[in-house]
């Protein structure tokens, strides 16, 4: 699923991104089937110890050599990346199905990295995207908010009213 500054080219305001944030439906434990599968492509691994890498930040950034495009695939392990792996939706780029993250689940994905851009981010999708699941994005806000001790609804709800 696509996520990142990729998928706020599908939501919100067009702007410049460096990568291409995605999250795999598989935890670290899929590594090895993941590197096998990279094998007799143009993307490798940018770490010099892929594995401990991998296994400290649940992301394993590969890089095209050709292109020099870097991407970033994310490991999942959450109830809610299962949740918001299955919301994603498809879109077709020359007849291919590319999955991007729901505006809801870009939303709450933004919200948490929390960095000056992406509350940009946030505003430009509720800008151009009126009609979300508000119920569905302030309850996984406010079970973020237990785990992570930071008030999502309220700067969630002071967005959406600017």
């Known amino acids: 699923m696509v996520i990142g500054g ?11 991104t460096r990568d291409i944030d995605i999250t795999l439906d598989a935890d670290i434990d899929a590594l090895d089937k993941l590197l096998g599968a990279l094998e007799g492509t143009s993307f490798r691994p940018i770490p010099s110890d892929v594995a401990e890498f991998a296994k400290s930040t649940r992301v394993l950034p590969i890089q095209d050599e050709q292109s020099k495009i870097r ?7 959450s109830p809610y990346e299962h949740l918001a792996i299955q919301r994603s939706r498809p879109l077709n780029f020359q007849g291919v199905d590319v ?26 999708i509720l800008l151009r995207q009126p009609t979300l699941d508000t119920v569905y994005l302030e309850k996984w806000l406010k079970e973020f908010q237990k785990t992570l001790g930071r008030d999502f609804v309220t700067l969630f709800r002071s967005l959406k009213e600017k």
């Open 6 to 16: 990729q998928a706020v080219l599908v939501y919100g305001e067009p702007r410049m």
């Open 71 to 77: 991407v970033d695939l994310i490991f999942s392990f």
């Open 99 to 124: 999955n991007f993250a729901s505006a809801e689940d870009l939303i709450i994905h933004k919200l948490i990295a929390g960095r000056p851009r992406d509350i940009e981010d946030v505003s430009s």
